[in-house]
């Protein structure tokens, strides 16, 4: 009886039609659960106003793995971060460092949203030594669209002091 179970779950059919019907079973086995849970119910996609004084927009890209990430923040006028949104070309590791730095961000100040570092999020995933160029691309996200909001913010004090004027 064991002899024919084995050679049935062992023969390469059995494989193939198992890889085949359940492909979150090898997901599973290469990625830590946090990062499947955020791969396959990311958190938080989609765009804002990029227009918005209130947004900042961080774009960026790493040309090593061809992974690119948009990450926006609104942020309140009490510089609460009270929204974000992002958008991720790449793999399911740079997928779940987006999604997870999108719940972080929210309901941190400006100041604290660039505490947050990419040992941090790698952690936070379990992520391995190969991915962490993911929670890299992440940490500079969130920086890139802090300085986009900061941006906006100082033109726009420039413009009310030129109008006083």
Same mark, same amino acid.
């Given at each position: 009886?064991?002899?024919?179970?084995?050679?049935?779950?062992?023969?390469?059919?059995?494989?193939?039609?198992?890889?085949?019907?359940?492909?979150?079973?090898?997901?599973?086995?290469?990625?830590?659960? %946090?990062? !499947? +849970?955020?791969?396959?119910?990311?958190?938080?996609? *989609? =765009?804002?106003?990029?227009? #918005?004084?209130?947004?900042?927009?961080?774009?960026?890209?790493?040309?090593?793995?061809?992974?690119?990430?948009?990450?926006?923040?609104?942020?309140?006028?009490?510089? %609460?971060? !009270? +929204?974000?949104?992002?958008?991720?070309?790449?793999? *399911? =590791?740079?997928?779940?460092? #987006?999604?997870?730095?999108?719940?972080?961000?929210?309901?941190?100040?400006?100041?604290?949203?660039?505490?947050?570092?990419?040992?941090?999020?790698?952690?936070?995933?379990?992520?391995p030594p190969v991915k962490l160029h993911?929670?890299?691309?992440?940490?500079?996200?969130?920086?890139?669209?802090?300085?986009?909001?900061?941006?906006?913010?100082?033109?726009?004090?420039?413009?009310?002091?030129?109008?006083?004027?």
């Amino acid at each position: 009886m064991a002899s024919s179970v084995t050679k049935k779950c062992l023969s390469p059919l059995a494989f193939l039609s198992r890889r085949f019907s359940a492909p979150e079973f090898i997901s599973q086995c290469c990625y830590h659960k %946090k990062v !499947v +849970d955020h791969y396959e119910n990311p958190r938080n996609v *989609g =765009s804002l106003d990029k227009n #918005s004084k209130k947004v900042g927009t961080g774009l960026v890209g790493a040309p090593a793995c061809g992974d690119v990430m948009k990450l926006q923040i609104e942020v309140d006028d009490e510089g %609460k971060i !009270v +929204d974000a949104r992002f958008k991720t070309f790449g793999c *399911g =590791s740079a997928i779940a460092s #987006s999604s997870l730095a999108t719940e972080w961000v929210k309901g941190k100040s400006v100041d604290e949203a660039l505490m947050i570092k990419n040992t941090d999020i790698a952690k936070e995933l379990s992520l391995p030594p190969v991915k962490l160029h993911c929670s890299m691309l992440a940490e500079d996200a969130i920086k890139a669209a802090l300085a986009d909001y900061r941006l906006k913010q100082d033109g726009e004090q420039q413009e009310a002091v030129r109008a006083s004027r």
